[in-house]
């Protein structure tokens, strides 16, 4: 399993890219997820990095949370409103998996409410990792899209479309 700075080190533009962004939309990014019938879902989430590593987290038996249950693979994909892309985007790929309930979500919590005031301080939650096994990161450029894309073992890579 990848930690955050392992990814950070290994794909430091992506991942700029998508810290950058992820700050800029208030944390917000959407998760797609695979539903039963093996057609997308789409859902709002405010991942969070905490200890070195990616989380997402949310109430229990969520249909979002189902679908990672039946199937681990995601995409977290940063939110844009701006359709020129000009501060570009960023996509992580990975697999879920989920953490039973502890000490680890005791600290999340704690650093939740210090840091946005949301307290879930004595509830229980899903608090779910994110195996990041592939990225991406799209720019746009005066006359071209740059695409650096990154996959574990390899250095990012920057595709150009004209």
């Not at 987290?57 to 681990?72: A, E, S, V």
């Not at 977290?76 to 697999?95: F, I, N, P, Q, Y």
Request: charged fraction near 25%; aromatic fraction near 8%.
């Amino acid at each position: 399993m990848i930690t955050w700075a392992e990814f950070a080190a290994a794909a430091p533009h992506i991942a700029a890219i998508f810290e950058r962004r992820h700050r800029a939309a208030g944390n917000l990014c959407m998760l797609a997820t695979l539903r039963s019938d093996g057609f997308p879902r789409i859902s709002p989430m405010e991942p969070r990095i905490f200890e070195d590593q990616l989380w997402i987290t949310g109430m229990p038996n969520t249909t979002k949370y189902r679908d990672l249950q039946r199937d681990p693979r995601l995409c977290l994909h940063t939110a844009t409103v701006d359709t020129a892309v000009s501060e570009g985007d960023a996509k992580l790929w990975g697999r879920a998996y989920v953490v039973p309930y502890g000490e680890l979500h005791r600290r999340f919590a704690a650093a939740l409410f210090d840091e946005i005031g949301l307290d879930l301080r004595d509830q229980e939650f899903d608090l779910i990792g994110v195996d990041i096994t592939g990225a991406s990161a799209v720019e746009v450029q005066d006359d071209h899209l740059d695409i650096t894309v990154w996959k574990p073992g390899q250095p990012e890579r920057v595709v150009r479309k004209h």
